[in-house]
């Protein structure tokens, strides 16, 4: 018996087939909301800030007391560390030796003059008796040659005289200057001579200075501020102690030294400070701070807003639509938790200050905090720190 296919039932079947193999319709992806940021709108203002360079507190004068003369240390006459006045005796040497010695060339002395002055008799006596035809001119002339040598051996007495004295005068030694001296080196009865170790050190304590090393850029500045008469009235130069402490009183430039090293492509500079205290110790590893005003308005935008990235820097900017754009910019210096923009970017423009790391070029950006920043005006104390010049 043959079966027919019902035909209703068929086109049931098809239709509930077709809805079992995926007869919805594809639904299309969402875009992803916008990424919320704050940003800020790049302004321009004074910038007034320091520059810090490493420094050590040095001597402007310091002369180390070496020995003259050889012999042994009979008297010390300080203590050490104590503030001395230019003159003052510090160490004898025996002088016992340098003593009998000039003693002995001043006797030596007395005997060549007795001998000048009896060649001086003869010269005299033998002209007379020439001028009368009685006497031989060869007698005349020997007793002239002998008067000359008699004077050349008693100004060689002298000039030995001279020696010995300053022989005996070097035994006693006195500081050469006003300030402190240092540990002794030697003590009673050391034997010493001249080309060995230093006895001590004199340095003056006030002023004092702070040496430290600038990049040939840096020049013109330097000299600039040498110049200034009346830098000793406001804080263009400070000291900032091991401590993070500031010293009390300014400094003046006093020294730019005659040339740039050429190994580091630095110069050295002295500044000197008023020490009366005697605060500032020679050693002394310090900073020294420059204020630095540009003199014009410079665009500002908060450091935070900055990326790094290979040792280049760069900022988003809020664009059309609300796109952000990556620009790379070129910094300055920072002024509290601002820095300077020399290139890349202009005034009024929108820079994203929170949120960058969740963004990216040509990223939707939502603004939930925005405002025109308050640029700084006048003097900054925090310390500057590095930026891509």
């Known amino acids: 018996m043959k079966k027919y296919l019902n035909p209703a039932a068929l086109v049931i079947g ?60 009979t008297g010390i006459f300080f203590q050490d560390g104590q503030q001395v006045r230019k003159g003052q005796k510090l160490y004898t040497i025996d002088a ?3 003593r009998a010695g000039y003693d002995q060339a001043v006797a030596n002395l007395n005997v060549q003059k007795a001998n000048l002055n009896r060649a001086q008799k003869d010269a005299d006596r033998y002209t007379t008796l020439a001028q009368q035809d009685a006497i031989a001119r060869q007698v005349v002339d020997n007793a ?48 010493v001579a001249p080309g060995s170790a230093p006895l001590n050190t004199v340095s003056a304590d006030d002023p004092i200075s702070a040496d430290l090393q600038v990049d040939a850029a840096e020049i013109p500045r330097f000299l600039r501020l040498q110049n200034q008469k009346n830098v000793t009235r406001d804080s263009t130069l400070l000291l900032i102690m091991p401590d993070g402490s500031t010293y009390k009183y300014p400094g003046t430039v006093q020294i730019v030294d005659r040339a740039v090293d ?37 665009l500002l935008i908060p ?30 210096a920072r002024v509290n938790d601002k820095v300077i923009v ?26 939930t905090q925005t405002g025109e920043q308050t640029a700084p005006a006048g003097d900054s104390s925090s310390r500057q720190t590095a930026a891509n010049q």
């Open 14 to 73: 098809i239709a509930c087939f077709v809805t079992a193999c995926g007869g919805k319709k594809e639904e299309q992806p969402q875009a992803p909301p916008p990424t919320q940021v704050s940003a800020i709108k790049a302004t321009k203002g004074t910038a007034t800030y320091y520059d810090e360079f490493p420094a050590t507190i040095t001597a402007l004068r310091e002369v180390e007391i070496q020995p003259q003369v050889a012999g042994n240390i």
């Open 96 to 98: 016992q030796q340098y």
């Open 144 to 191: 002239t040659a002998t008067l000359e040598a008699t004077r050349m051996q008693v100004e060689a007495a002298q000039a030995n005289i001279r020696q010995v004295a300053t022989n005996l005068k070097y035994t006693t030694i006195y500081a050469p200057l006003d300030g402190t001296i240092g540990i002794s080196q030697v003590r009673l009865g050391a034997a």
């Open 262 to 298: 050429p190994q580091t492509g630095t110069l050295r500079v002295r500044v000197a400070f008023p020490n009366p205290s005697k605060e500032l110790k020679v050693g002394v590893n310090a900073n020294v701070r420059v204020k630095n005003s540009t003199g014009r308005p410079e």
């Open 303 to 332: 450091y935070q807003a900055v990326t790094e990235q290979m040792s280049e820097y760069f900022v988003f900017v809020v664009g059309d639509s609300s796109k952000v754009t990556q620009k790379k910019v070129t910094l300055g």
């Open 342 to 367: 020399k290139a890349g970017l202009n005034e009024g423009e929108t820079v994203v200050t929170e949120g960058t790391q969740k963004i990216r070029e040509g990223a939707k950006v939502k603004i």
